[in-house]
């Protein structure tokens, strides 16, 4: 009998956006998604906003959905942490 074991991926990281600090919490889950990712960040008003993110040939992309502006403006910047934490792995 063989075991095999396959890690989650969790990691937070501060990105400013919108004149702010805010902190962006992934998860990865292994799956039947392999090239997904859930993120979520706290709005101005205390809300949790949760994406996802989905590797694509140009890198990770946002799901289409109904986002804030300044989410969307920092899909490179979010798509930049992605890569740089799976660096470690």
Partial sequence: ???KFTR????TRLLKAEGRLREFNFRK???LQEGLFT?????DRGNR?????QKEDTGWKIVQQPLPEWIWKNETNLNDLIEEELKNF
Avoid: H, K, T, Y
């Fill in 1 to 3: 009998m063989q075991i």
């Fill in 8 to 11: 989650n991926i969790q990691f």
């Fill in 29 to 31: 889950q292994n799956g």
């Fill in 39 to 43: 993120v979520d960040v706290v709005d």
């Fill in 49 to 53: 906003i949760l994406f996802r993110m």
